[in-house]
């Protein structure tokens, strides 16, 4: 398999830690949405990243979909997220969580890097937004009575949050207020004292 897109993506990092926990080997293509357009292009018309090549040269080019057929790989007995029931509806939730909250984070990059004139209006919406995030997964992470979301290792729900996390550490430092979300900046720090997270990392560089 080829994964295609920069580890300073959430999305990228949240795919190829996934591929990294199932023990699935996979060819890194770091290439950039701004600076590789053209070569993203060639496998996604979307040019957006994660996109992942299978074997046989099929191509999947959206988070949620290239997870699905990882879990699917996987078997339902190692996947990284409960098989069915409330356990699986709540770590979907989570994942949705953390997934909305990388988009937010990312659109804030883009409105002031691609407008000449950024708008107040839609930051001050996506920052809300943001904030609003980062609320509710610390009264969720409140709950918490294990190491990770739903046991002793992390799934889906804490790549995702903590993925998140850090981007927007990263790219925004003053909308993730550590001190102030005590569980969430301890989860986040959780999972990136392990190895997969510190082989799968790479400091984020605004677009040019």
């Known amino acids: 398999m080829i994964l295609i897109g920069q580890y300073d993506s959430p999305f990228v990092r949240r795919v190829a830690i996934a591929l990294r926990l199932y023990g699935l080997d996979f060819e890194h293509r770091p290439w950039s949405v701004f600076g590789d357009a053209e070569r993203i292009r060639a496998f996604n018309p979307l040019t957006r ?6 074997d046989g040269g099929e191509v999947l080019i959206e988070t949620g979909a290239i997870l699905d057929h990882l879990d699917e790989l996987a078997g339902p007995g190692s996947a990284l997220i409960a098989r069915q029931g409330p356990e699986r509806r709540h770590a979907l939730k989570i994942c949705a969580l953390g997934n909305g909250l990388a988009e937010k984070a990312v659109s ?3 409105e002031r890097a691609l407008h000449k004139e950024p708008s107040a209006g839609w930051i001050a919406r996506c920052e809300g937004q943001v904030l609003g995030v980062l609320d509710r997964l610390e009264s969720e992470a409140a ?3 294990t190491p990770f979301w ?4 992390p799934g889906h729900a804490d790549i ?39 082989e799968i990392a790479q400091p984020f560089l605004p677009p040019a």
């Open 150 to 153: 739903f046991g002793q290792a």
């Open 160 to 198: 995702a949050v903590a993925c998140a996390w850090r981007f927007l550490a990263d790219a925004h430092p003053g909308l993730s207020p550590g001190g102030a979300l005590p569980r969430l900046a301890a989860h986040a720090a959780r999972c990136e004292q392990l190895a997969v997270f510190q």
């Open 49 to 54: 990243v994660p996109t992942l090549v299978l």
């Open 143 to 145: 709950g918490l009575g």
């Open 108 to 110: 804030l990059i883009y």
